[in-house]
């Protein structure tokens, strides 16, 4: 416990190989709490089914997750949406939206910055 925190500490907001990194505490099944925080929030943290999380890239630095999740409500039910520095992660309870969604957003503009939004290959990887 004690080195995970110091972990947590040291590592938290550094980069690995160029990238922000997000260092958290590893929790059971059901000790995640509903709800969020300025990174994300707005759903579960289970891993999605195929096909319904997004990649978000080409983010304003100054989006947040209400924001992200706010706009992408347009095109279906959004259960969850998380934000890093410049791209972020939207999941949709199915797949069909989640489809509507790349069609529809890829290329729109948000927060002054042409959107990137695909399929989301790092499911399960999480922020």
């Known amino acids: 416990p004690q080195d995970a925190a110091r972990a947590i500490r040291e590592l938290q907001n550094s980069e690995l ?6 260092v958290r505490e590893d929790r059971e099944a059901g000790g995640f709490r509903r709800g969020g925080n300025r990174r994300g929030g707005g759903g579960s943290h289970n891993v999605p089914a195929d096909g319904t999380q ?3 890239g080409n983010l304003s630095y100054d989006t947040n997750w209400r924001e992200l999740k706010d706009y992408f409500r347009q095109i279906g039910e959004v259960d ?3 934000v890093k520095r410049g791209f972020g992660t939207v999941r949709f309870t199915n797949a069909d939206d989640a489809q ?10 948000l927060g002054g910055r042409e959107l990137e939004v ?5 499911v399960g990887g999480g922020f």
Not at 17 to 22: A, D, S
Not at 118 to 122: A, H, Q, T
């Open 54 to 56: 997004l990649f978000v």
């Open 80 to 82: 969850r949406a998380d």
């Open 17 to 22: 190989n160029g990238r922000p990194i997000f």
């Open 100 to 109: 509507a969604a790349i069609e529809r957003l890829n290329g729109t503009e």
């Open 118 to 122: 695909r399929l989301d290959e790092k």
